[in-house]
Nanobody, 126 residues
Framework: QVQLVESGGGLVQTGASLRLSCAAS??????MGWFRQAPGKEREFVAC????????RVADSVKGRFTIVRDSAKNTVYLQMNSLKPEDTAVYYC?????????????????????WGQGTQVTVSS
């Protein structure tokens, strides 16, 4: 059974840091990433990483503040979030797919990801 289990969310103040983790079990993937959804808004792409060549893509809204890395031995992807802002408040979802979505150029489209975690809440207070 394939599972993506997220952890690391919480309530922090503006300027703080958090690290989200997503542990995959049941299979390996070519692309793993993070999306987020704020109340009343559509789910949006945050970052992703290619398991094969570790290339990454990061949304412009978080570029320079968020970093995505992977630990292949643990089959885990991490989202390091620094200099958090109130507008980063959202439920963060881990997503994964067996296809090379960065190579295909569709990594930012949530409908291409076949597997999803349950989500973890990140709240940034001002």
């Amino acid at each position: 059974q394939v599972q993506l289990v997220e952890s690391g969310g919480g309530l922090v103040q503006t300027g703080a840091s958090l690290r989200l983790s997503c542990a995959a079990s049941g299979r390996t993937f070519n692309t793993m990433g993070w999306f987020r959804q704020a109340p009343g808004k559509e789910r949006e792409f945050v970052a992703c990483i290619s398991w094969s060549d570790t290339s990454t893509r990061v949304a412009d809204s978080v570029k320079g503040r968020f970093t995505i890395v992977r630990d292949s031995a643990k089959n885990t992807v991490y989202l390091q979030m620094n200099s958090l802002k109130p507008e980063d408040t959202a439920v963060y979802y881990c997503a994964a797919d067996s296809r090379p979505l960065i190579y295909y150029g569709v990594y930012y489209r949530d409908n291409y990801y076949d597997y999803w975690g349950q989500g973890t809440q990140v709240t940034v207070s001002s």
